[in-house]
């Protein structure tokens, strides 16, 4: 993969960024010595005993701090530089200002989450997930459970608050903050993509690279902002970019659902459930229900769609329809659509063939582009040179629009 991604000219940057056991020191140091012969682009780590390993005995090995080592103000970014990160990941509550603060004072790469889920605890450093399950989110667990349901109060204390998603974070969305971001300094913008369809993380990337590549273009803003529409994430938010206490960074009310709302179930008749839409809808949509008693949710691809005796290919906004849906539906649940069924036709034809990594296969790149490529030990090797530099970037170069499949940081 990483031979294929750099005949391509993409960068790769894999996540080693769980705390390690005393018992995974050995095979840690096998998978840095792996990761320095396949040459990938950087690491990305929190334990600071692999950074001494890295550093110590695989030099090659180009280090990024991970936003788990919770970097938020110009010391804590000194001292990752100091020792020998050339990359920060900046903690996701950091401020605009706070980032052109840091940039001033500090000699190193910063790079920050611009699009994607937000973690309750600061700077992802959450212990729900392993309290509650033993699945432990700082070793990349975590069973998101604050995106359930809660109560606040105790037997025999009143019933307290009403219950709601007390918890549940909405989306950073960061589009229209670029030139704010090229401004403050940063190098890379980073899109998480932890659990999310191929799908999602192509309208995601796309959307941003088309805002990057076409600055202070009114039209281009619009299909990037259409791309998100359609990429169909969670009710979207600023962060902490303008505020270090929004307003807008939870709904409790709302459950936190990935997808287009598309209403409550009216009526369950055997497996068969009526309901007025808010969204269209398909045959062959990608559906998800949420049970909201329990808090559980299923995913299912849409069968049948009904009006009476009917059977429909869609239905308009608006429309009263019947459904067909997997067991244990009930009235008052939840329904959203999290992916439409002519785009998941279209990925599986896109989809990478087997034969896509062979080593000795032929490069086809565009004109415009030019490699350099030689044999080593390990096979392949490229260099590349080519368009694509931007010197409004404090690097010289347009910050890289890091693919969400390559790096899971999500919390």
Same mark, same amino acid.
């Given at each position: 993969m990483i031979d294929h991604a750099h005949k391509n000219r993409v960068k790769v940057y894999l996540a080693m960024n769980s705390l390690m056991k005393a018992e995974e020191i050995t095979k840690a140091v096998e998978e840095l010595a792996a990761l320095e012969a396949l040459k990938a682009d950087a690491l990305i780590i929190q334990d600071l005993g692999i950074s001494y390993l890295a550093r110590k005995f695989f030099p090659g090995l180009r280090l990024h701090a991970s936003t788990l080592m919770g970097a938020h103000n110009s010391l804590n970014v000194r001292q990752f530089s100091e020792m020998g990160f050339q990359r920060v990941v900046l903690a996701r509550e950091t401020t605009l200002n706070e980032i052109g603060q840091i940039h001033k004072q500090c000699p190193v790469e910063l790079e920050v989450f611009v699009h994607g889920a937000l973690c309750f605890a600061y700077s992802g450093l959450c212990l729900f997930s392993s309290y509650l399950g033993g699945k432990s989110g700082l070793r990349g667990r975590c069973v998101q459970p604050c995106r359930r349901r809660y109560t606040w109060g105790s037997k025999g204390r009143g019933s307290g608050a009403p219950a709601g998603y007390l918890f549940s974070m909405n989306d950073l969305a960061g589009l229209e903050l670029i030139p704010q971001l090229r401004q403050a300094g940063v190098s890379s913008l *980073?899109? @998480? &993509?932890?659990?999310?369809?191929?799908?999602? /993380? &192509?309208? /995601? /990337? *796309?959307?941003?690279r088309l805002a990057l590549d076409n600055p202070a273009t009114p039209a281009v803003l619009a299909e990037a902002k259409e791309l998100l529409e359609q990429a169909m994430g969670r009710k979207a938010s600023l962060g902490y970019f303008k505020k270090a206490q929004p307003a807008d960074i939870i709904a409790p009310q709302h459950s936190g659902n990935v997808g287009l709302f598309l209403g409550k179930i009216e009526?369950?008749?055997?497996?068969?459930?009526?309901?007025?839409?808010? @969204?269209?809808? *398909?045959?062959?949509?990608?559906?998800?229900?949420?049970?909201e008693g329990s808090g559980e949710r299923q995913g299912f691809t849409l069968k049948g769609l009904w009006q009476g005796k009917v059977a429909l290919d869609k239905a308009a906004a608006g429309s009263k329809v019947q459904l067909d849906l997997p067991p244990g539906a009930q009235w008052g649940d939840s329904l959203y659509k999290v992916d439409l069924g002519e785009r998941r036709q279209q990925g599986a034809k896109k989809a990478i063939q087997p034969g896509l990594f062979s080593p000795d296969r032929p490069f086809s790149g565009k004109a415009s582009q030019q490699a350099d490529c030689g044999q080593d030990q390990g096979g392949a090797a490229c260099s590349w040179s080519g368009p694509g530099s931007d010197p409004g970037w404090p690097s010289g170069r347009a910050p890289d629009a890091v693919s969400p499949g390559m790096v899971a940081e999500d919390r």
């Open positions: *980073k899109i @998480e &993509g932890r659990m999310r369809s191929p799908q999602y /993380v &192509g309208s /995601v /990337v *796309k959307a941003y009526k369950v008749t055997a497996n068969r459930a009526q309901m007025t839409l808010k @969204e269209p809808l *398909k045959v062959g949509d990608r559906l998800r229900i949420h049970q």
